[in-house]
Nanobody, 124 residues
């Protein structure tokens, strides 16, 4: 059973930065694409960013382009989401997820394994 554990969330003022981490265990990590999603209160879970197995390919939702950066360290079985210039509308629970394939994807159904999430709150 694949386990994904997110960390790094918290409360930050608008314009600030946070780095989320997602540590994977119990399963091969470096063969599969990873992604970050988020879910705000009363809204559906939405795609944020994805990265291929080797880190070469990445893709972001338009609202975070230029502000968020996804990366991975396969030696540490960890994927990161560096978030800068945070806005109140970024407030959400952030989830990392793993695909069963090596290429990137941006829909929820493309991901087989999910973490429990970490709360990010951006105050204005």
């Amino acid at each position: 059973q694949v386990q994904l554990v997110e960390s790094g969330g918290g409360l930050v003022q608008a314009g600030g930065s946070l780095r989320l981490s997602c540590a994977a265990s119990r399963g091969t990590f470096d063969t599969y694409a990873m992604g970050w999603f988020r879910q705000a209160p009363g809204k559906e879970r939405e795609f944020v960013a994805t990265i291929s197995w080797n880190g070469v390919s990445t893709y972001y939702t338009d609202s975070v382009k230029g502000r968020f950066t996804i990366s991975r360290d396969n030696a540490k079985n960890t994927v990161y989401l560096q978030m800068s210039d945070l806005k109140p509308e970024d407030t959400a629970v952030y989830y990392c997820a793993r695909r069963r394939y090596s290429n990137i994807a941006s829909t929820r159904d493309d991901y087989a394994y999910w973490g429990q999430g970490t709360q990010v709150t951006v105050s204005s």
